[in-house]
């Protein structure tokens, strides 16, 4: 478990599937997607965004990055599926997130 989790961290970035992470660690990707589910509660995918959007908040703290410019560089190629995925996860969007917590410690 701690292996994928820290090479989902480290790869959060790129293009990501259950299968990469799965064979990163040698195991199936059945066996991955139990383990993570039974130990964290949670979907491969459910993993990957908590992780993206938690960098991408760290990423927000910097004003010259545009909310497109974030998504790219936590993952996201598609900027409104970023939207989405992070509205979802913090109630808020990208943008408003950003107003609130501008100049505060992430």
């Not at 703290?61 to 560089?73: F, H, M």
Request: hydrophobic share 40%; glycine share 4%.
């Amino acid at each position: 478990m701690r292996q994928a989790q820290a090479y989902i961290e480290e790869h959060c970035d790129q293009r990501l599937s259950l299968q990469d992470v799965a064979g990163h660690c040698y195991v199936s990707q059945w066996h991955l997607s139990k383990l993570l589910n039974r130990h964290l509660d949670r979907s491969f995918y459910d993993l990957l965004n908590a992780v993206r959007v938690r960098r991408a908040k760290q990423l927000m703290a910097d004003p010259a990055l545009r909310i497109s410019e974030v998504a790219e560089r936590v993952g996201y190629t598609d900027t409104a599926h970023f939207s989405r995925v992070f509205k979802k996860l913090e109630g808020v969007s990208a943008g408003e997130w950003r107003n609130l917590h501008c100049g505060k410690d992430l």
